[in-house]
């Protein structure tokens, strides 16, 4: 079963208003979740990395001040998209990096679709 | 409930050909993607099968099989570079992405 979790599935809004997406581990808990971003076929784009009780890492070109990242706990990081604009509809897809284990394993959530009307 | 499985590990020759199988359980069908995704990087896409039948794109190819709900990815002529976890990925009838945990792949000169 899924062991990543995210929250909303579909999100709908009006262009200028903020969206939070939150990503949960649900079997585990997640020092490290990442962020990405993925338009159709095409690669995932990482877009920040997300450690618990610190500042997230951005990637180059990536606003962090647009892009609000919030990693609370261990089983919680949140998205939030800021004064959304329609070029912001994408596929949005958190991950978390499992490390209890023998082997490191990262596991993908299922993907947030956001349009921005 | 919803099912991705595909092996753990997989071990191949330089220069081999290896099958990476994926079988998957869910509900509604709206195509497989296969990424690779090397320690450290976003998962790169590979290909995506929505029907039945092989593609073919280089040196990987990708087959889908929907009654049998079986797809593999087959990768020719390997390189040391290929060493890398392959995910399978399967989206469902809400367009929700249900990921198998991904095949660590060791290419041996």
């Known amino acids: 079963g899924a062991v990543v979790s995210q929250h909303p599935s579909w999100v709908i809004c009006k262009s200028g208003t903020s969206v939070k997406i939150e990503c949960r581990s649900l079997d585990f808990q997640a020092t490290t979740m990442f962020w990405y971003r993925q338009f159709p076929k095409q690669s995932l784009m990482l877009m920040a990395t997300?450690?618990?009780?610190?500042?997230?890492?951005?990637e180059q070109g990536v606003e962090k001040d647009k892009f609000l990242i919030n990693h609370a706990s261990l089983t919680l990081s949140t998205l939030t998209v800021t004064s959304a604009h329609p070029e912001d509809s994408s596929f949005y897809i958190c991950?978390?990096?499992?490390?209890?284990?023998?082997?490191?394993?990262?596991?993908f959530g299922p993907g947030t679709r956001l349009l921005v009307l | 409930g919803q099912n991705i499985d595909q092996p753990t590990e997989m071990t191949a020759t330089e220069g081999a050909i290896v099958q990476i199988n994926c079988t998957y359980q869910?509900?509604?069908?709206?195509?497989l993607f296969w990424y690779q995704q090397h320690a450290g990087e976003a998962p790169t896409f590979l290909s995506y099968n929505v029907l039945d039948g092989l593609e073919e794109k280089g040196r990987f190819s990708s087959f889908l099989s929907r009654s049998k709900g079986y797809s593999y990815l087959l990768l020719k002529e390997l390189q040391m570079k290929d060493s890398a976890s392959y995910l399978c990925a399967v989206m469902d009838s809400n367009y929700q992405l249900i990921w198998g945990a991904g095949t660590k792949l060791i290419i041996k000169p």
């Open positions: 869910t509900s509604g069908f709206n195509g």
């Open positions: 997300s450690n618990e009780g610190s500042k997230a890492t951005y």
């Open positions: 991950s978390a990096r499992d490390q209890t284990g023998e082997r490191e394993t990262q596991y």
